[in-house]
């Protein structure tokens, strides 16, 4: 089993920047993708960004390109996710997703991924 914690959300102005952090633990070694998703009230979840644990190979939603970035750190099992320039339509809860398997054609849909965070509240002001 894997289990991953979020941290880092929060209450920022527009522009301002945030650091997301998940940490995995347990069976990490069984993680070869992960990735972050987000979802607003009343919005399906939406795939983010996602990162091969090899770190060869990232993806980002056209709206957040150019403003975020995912890495990860193996030697800490950590998964990050700079946001720069924040805008109000970020505002969302972003949980964390790792999978055991990864299919670059079905990264964006969340039943390609086994274990999840609890979320974090990200809050961006105008």
């Known amino acids: 089993q894997v289990q991953l914690v979020e941290s880092g959300g929060g209450l920022v102005q527009s522009g301002r920047s945030l650091r997301l952090a998940c940490a995995a633990s347990g069976r990490t070694f069984s993680i070869l993708g992960m990735g972050w998703f987000r979802q607003a009230p009343g919005k399906e979840r939406e795939l983010v960004s996602a990162?091969?644990?090899?770190?060869?190979?990232?993806y980002y939603a056209d709206s957040v390109k150019g403003r975020f970035t995912i890495t990860r750190d193996n030697a800490k099992n950590t998964v990050y996710m700079q946001m720069n320039s924040l805008k109000p339509e970020d505002t969302a809860v972003y949980l964390c997703a790792a999978a055991r398997e990864i299919y670059y054609n079905s990264r964006r849909h969340p039943s390609s991924y086994d274990y999840w965070g609890q979320g974090t509240q990200v809050t961006v002001s105008s």
């Open positions: 990162i091969t644990w090899s770190g060869l190979s990232t």
